[in-house]
């Protein structure tokens, strides 16, 4: 429950959906291995968001939060 609360906070400071991807840039060519971040520190900072937040939703899904928990039958054999 808290790994959700979080993910909605992170989603509602930085106005992304609760289901943000991470989205990948090109970088440009030519400039050798050294390229500079022409990206604004906002922008960085909107797609650190959008990251964390499909990473969270990825451990959502593998814990299996927000579902209700599985009922266990405790039975006698017989």
Not at 12 to 26: G, H, N, T, V
Not at 34 to 51: H, I, L, N, W, Y
Request: net charge positive.
């Amino acid at each position: 429950n808290q790994l959700l609360a979080q993910r909605n906070r992170l989603a509602q400071q930085y106005r992304l959906p609760q289901d943000a991807k991470p989205s990948f840039s090109d970088p440009g060519v030519g400039l050798g291995p050294f390229t500079p971040d022409a990206r604004s520190k906002a922008q960085r900072e909107v797609e650190q968001a959008s990251g964390r937040i499909d990473a969270m939703n990825r451990s959502i899904a593998r814990r299996e939060c927000g579902k209700p928990a599985k009922q266990t039958k405790l039975g006698l054999p017989g």
